[in-house]
């Protein structure tokens, strides 16, 4: 693997603040949201609807400027990342890889995670490219950032809907991180193994991974099976969701 681009929110960064922070917009205990948006993952809907739930008819987006307006819009500092992601992104840099952060986030979220000063050739976000995954035209830009082969670019993620078949769709390789609500929920349905070429538990297991030519990193000999025979595939087992709900 020359580049491995990675996605942001339960990738790198913890959602806990984020829930915890709406939790006290809205007034309501953190554990009734956090409950809500589990009861939306399990059902293949969006994480937000929990708040819809809630606020019945909610523009969550209005409600977002609403927040910033009252000076409790976005933070994020070195608590929000997950222990293992300097430690992997370091490693990966050391070994060659380029290495890029890219998900879904807006300009703000952006410039927050670039003060991190993260371990990392590239940070962007999908309101800095002015386009949310899974739109095809995200992952273009994210191939187009990799700067290398689509076949030689890993994209990892935690969503199945978001990450790993778009991705996949557009020809990138693919690690599915067993990590927060959708990581783990999703993570042993059928079309995700069939899709994804590794799945992985923590991002640590990545610098092995891209050491060892892409041998898969899954220890299940079952799901390394199935990662091997999705890398042969890749952009038809994407198209074929099967009973997978769209998860967003």
């Known amino acids: 693997m020359e580049t491995i681009v990675l996605d942001i ?24 949201l956090g409950a809500l948006v589990g009861a939306a993952v399990a059902q293949g809907r969006e994480a937000t609807d929990a708040l819809r739930i ?39 840099r050391a070994a060659g890889v380029r290495v890029v952060v890219a998900g879904d986030g807006t300009v703000r979220a952006g410039e927050l995670l670039r003060a991190l ?19 095809p035209e995200f ?14 670019t890993l994209y990892v993620g935690d969503h199945p809907a978001d990450d790993l078949f778009p991705a996949a769709a557009a020809g990138l390789r693919t690690a599915h991180l067993r990590r927060g609500p959708y990581g783990h929920w999703w ?13 992985i538990d923590a991002l640590t ?7 060892s030519g892409g041998a898969s990193s899954d ?6 099976s199935a990662s091997a025979s999705a890398s042969a595939s890749v952009g038809a087992k994407a198209a074929r969701r099967g009973t997978l709900r769209s998860v967003r």
């Open 187 to 199: 993570a042993d349905h059928p079309d995700v193994v069939e899709t994804a070429d590794f799945r």
């Open 205 to 211: 297991e990545l610098v092995a991974l891209a050491g």
């Open 117 to 135: 000063d993260l371990p990392a050739d590239l940070v962007v976000t999908s309101d800095e490219w002015g386009v949310r995954k899974p739109d």
């Open 54 to 92: 809630l606020r019945p008819g909610m523009d969550v987006e209005e409600a977002c400027r609403a927040r910033a307006a009252a000076g409790r819009g976005e933070h994020l500092d070195e608590s929000d990342l997950y222990q293992d992601v300097r430690p992997a992104l370091g490693e990966l």
């Open 9 to 32: 929110g339960e990738t790198l960064v913890r959602d806990d603040r984020h829930w915890a922070s709406w939790a006290d917009w809205l007034g309501v205990p953190p554990h009734t």
């Open 139 to 152: 992952f273009a830009r994210v191939a187009e950032a990799s700067g290398a082969a689509p076949e030689a």
């Open 219 to 224: 220890p299940d000999p079952a799901s390394a």
